[in-house]
Every structure is written in structure tokens, then in C-alpha cells.
């Protein structure tokens, strides 16, 4: 059974730090990318970061972008975000989700996981 099990979310200040995990089974996620993908109340969802399989490469939102920083530990079957300098936009549900794209470049299999709750707020 493939699961993505997020945690780490919670209530914080602006400027304040927070650690997202991702844990990951039922698949070979060394051969997946891993992304985050955030939900804020009344909008439409919006990609936050993504790192290659492998590692080798990260992408960010402009957003984000220098407050954020993406890594996984391949070994651990984890993916993590690491948020600093929080604003009250980054609030959200946080979701991880693993793609794996074939010899092709075609999406093949993606999974999603259940979502964290990040709060900014005073």
C-alpha cells in the first residue's frame, strides 16, 4: 500500500521556522521526484518546491524562494521542507507528492499525501 504520511505543521509567528516531513512507503521512492504543493483557505492549489530524484536538483516558487529549502534523505524513505521567515500567506495545508516520470518523460505514477496544517499567525 503506497503512503505519504506529512507531519511537522502546526501554529506559528510570522518570522518563525517550521520543519515539514514526508514520510514515504509501498513505493521506490529513490526513483520518484518529490514534491510540496500547498492549499491556503479559498484558493487553488500552488506548487512550492520540487526536488529530483536523486537529489540532484531543487526548484522553488518565486514565493518561497530563499525562505524554503527542500531536501530528502533517500535512505529514510523522506522527503522534508524546511520554512523560515513564515508569513501569514505561507498559511496553508501542505501536501508532498511523488511523481515518477518514465524513459519517456511521461508522467506514470504520482501519489499524494493527506496534507499538514501550517498556521501563521500572531
Known amino acids: 500500500e503506497v503512503q505519504l504520511v506529512e507531519s511537522g505543521g502546526g501554529l506559528v509567528q510570522p518570522g518563525g521556522s517550521l520543519r515539514l516531513s514526508c514520510a514515504a512507503s509501498g513505493f521506490t521512492f529513490g526513483n520518484y521526484d518529490m514534491s510540496w504543493v500547498r492549499q491556503a483557505p479559498g484558493k487553488g492549489p500552488e506548487w512550492v518546491s520540487t526536488?529530483?530524484?536523486?537529489?540532484?536538483?531543487?526548484f522553488y516558487a518565486d514565493s518561497v524562494k530563499g525562505r524554503f529549502t527542500v531536501s530528502r534523505g533517500d535512505a529514510r524513505n523522506t522527503v522534508f521542507l524546511q520554512m523560515n521567515r513564515l508569513e501569514p500567506e505561507d498559511t496553508a495545508v501542505y501536501y508532498c507528492?511523488?511523481?515518477?516520470?518514465?524513459?519517456?518523460?511521461?508522467?506514470?505514477?504520482?501519489?499524494w499525501g493527506q496534507g499538514t496544517q501550517v498556521t501563521v499567525s500572531t
Open positions: 507528492y511523488a511523481a515518477y516520470y518514465n524513459q519517456h518523460g511521461d508522467l506514470q505514477y504520482d501519489y
Open positions: 526536488i529530483s530524484s536523486g537529489g540532484g536538483s531543487t
